[in-house]
């Protein structure tokens, strides 16, 4: 299994960016999809999940903001973020979960920055 995340990059205050993460070599569409983020020295947080119904969950940090897709054809799941903030800084993970047969993958982080 592979998630090849995408996307990262500088942004100032205010700005938008579009995260993408590729799967290869998994059953893509009955995995709930998600973004997650680390800040330094912190936990892995939750910023957004997509179910296999597309149901959607989000941080409240991000919501309004952050909107999570997903294309089951293209093996895809994006994260577009709007009205960046500086507190966005952080490195963000693709993520794939399963509950029955477990599963959890994680994709290799991306950087985003918001500049202020």
């Known amino acids: 299994v592979q998630l090849q995340a995408s996307g990262g990059g500088l942004v100032q205050t205010g700005g938008s960016l579009r995260l993408s993460c590729a799967g290869s070599?998994?059953?893509?569409?009955?995995?709930?999809m998600g973004w997650y983020r680390q800040f330094p020295g912190k936990q892995r947080e939750l910023v957004a999940t997509?179910?296999?119904?597309?149901?959607?969950n989000y941080a409240d940090s991000v919501k309004g903001r952050f909107t999570i897709s997903r294309d089951n054809a293209e093996r895809m799941v994006s994260l577009q973020m709007n009205n960046l903030k500086p507190e966005d800084t952080a490195v963000y993970y693709c993520n794939a979960n399963l509950q029955y047969p477990p599963a959890n993958y994680w994709g290799q982080g991306t950087q985003v920055t918001v500049s202020s």
């Open positions: 997509i179910s296999n119904t597309d149901s959607t």
């Open positions: 070599r998994i059953t893509f569409r009955v995995y709930t």
